[in-house]
Nanobody, 122 residues
């Protein structure tokens, strides 16, 4: 069984910062990526940032220059430092393990957390 648990969301004023954390646990053999997506009301879920297994990173356009993703491989934990937040960053932020292989299951699949709310007031 794989668990993905996010933390660190909350309410912040525009221009402020937040740091999200995501910890994955369970019998995880390996994964292709670990990262953050977000979904605002009435909008599609979009990539915020991800770390690929080799260490490279991808950022969504909205996150470039303001957000930084980092990963602690030993702890299967990924962090998202969000600076210069804007009201349009308000969304539920989801952590995802991409193409994870786990003990007892054939093939890989994505695993999602329950999400953490980020609200940026103007």
């Amino acid at each position: 069984q794989v668990q993905v648990v996010e933390s660190g969301g909350g309410l912040v004023q525009a221009g402020g910062s937040l740091r999200l954390s995501c910890a994955a646990s369970g019998s995880i053999l390996n994964m292709h990526s670990m990262g953050w997506y977000r979904q605002a009301p009435g909008k599609q879920r979009e990539l915020v940032a991800e770390v690929i297994s080799g260490g490279s990173t991808n950022y969504g356009d909205s996150a470039k220059g303001r957000f930084t993703i980092s990963r602690d491989n030993a702890k299967n934990t990924v962090y998202l430092q969000m600076d210069s937040l804007k009201p349009e960053d308000t969304a539920v932020y989801y952590c995802m393990l991409g193409r994870a292989l786990v003990v007892g299951r054939l093939g890989s699949r994505d695993y999602w957390g329950q999400g953490t709310q980020v609200t940026v007031s103007s």
